[in-house]
């Protein structure tokens, strides 16, 4: 226990010793957004009989904590990797499960205080209130871990830092902006309303809002199947790897 304790606390720290560059920055970007977006669309859009601002932030809440939790576990890994420190990890006695929890949880921590910024820096312009706050728990959780796996995988995989910005750039990225964050999928084609559909990140961006307006494009209780599904199974795939040393111990 104490390995891990000891893991999961230098994870914390390394985004938290730097927080103006990976928490104050992300908040800003969530900001911009924001006031560009309903600048332009708040008296034009109206979703589901919700204003136009206020449907957009919980949107900005989760791409943020979705983005962020991914950079948490992706970077920390291949830092390690390129430096070499990552040796001195891998010969202390912490179990592959221990390791793997402890990025996990700090990725999901990253992801979740970053979220809780831009939550508080933006609901006194949309009026926020939560209606089910458990469901905005449960999907916070959720999109942390499976971003973190996702993360660890990247780091993983990735040898230098411009095949990471790549995984991130081609694969992330496209995933999060195009999961209903900014419009309603139901105010799509239904073709696009099909292959949005099919994106798991609509899922955890869809039932997140749930939480807040008890109204969505899809049942709450589909998104929470479809996340949980996603979730253990890229984070399995991820321990998977892990466990063999995939591109750690060669």
């Not at 226990?1 to 920055?25: D, I, N, P, Y």
């Not at 949107?59 to 070499?84: C, E, H, P, R, Y």
């Not at 780091?155 to 900014?182: C, R």
Request: hydrophobic share 55%; charged share 10%.
């Amino acid at each position: 226990m104490t390995e891990f304790l000891t893991l999961l606390r230098k994870e914390l720290l390394r985004f938290w010793k730097v927080g103006f560059q990976t928490v104050c920055a992300p908040v800003l970007t969530a900001l911009l957004y924001l006031m560009i977006f309903s600048q332009v669309l708040e008296n034009h859009v109206q979703v589901h009989g919700v204003r136009y601002t206020a449907f957009l932030i919980p949107g900005l809440v989760m791409m943020s904590v979705l983005q962020n939790a991914f950079a948490n576990s992706s970077s920390s890994l291949i830092q390690s990797k390129i430096t070499g420190n990552l040796v001195f990890v891998l010969l202390t006695p912490i179990s592959n499960f221990q390791f793997f929890a402890a990025y996990l949880l700090a990725a999901t921590v990253r992801g979740a205080v970053v979220g809780a910024g831009v939550l508080l820096a933006t609901s006194w312009i949309g009026g926020l209130t939560m209606a089910e706050p458990l469901w905005v728990l449960l999907f916070t959780l959720l999109g942390g871990l499976l971003m973190g796996s996702l993360g660890l995988i990247a780091g993983m995989w990735a040898e230098k830092f411009d095949q990471l910005a790549a995984f991130q750039n081609f694969l992330i990225l496209p995933l999060t902006m195009l999961s209903g964050v900014f419009y309603s999928v139901q105010s799509l084609p239904e073709f696009w309303q099909g292959v949005s559909r099919a994106n798991p990140v609509f899922y955890l961006i869809d039932g997140f809002r749930y939480g807040f307006f008890a109204v969505s494009d899809a049942t709450p209780w589909l998104s929470l199947g479809v996340a949980t599904a996603f979730t253990l199974m890229i984070g399995l795939l991820s321990f998977v790897l892990l466990v063999r040393g995939y591109k750690l111990r060669s």
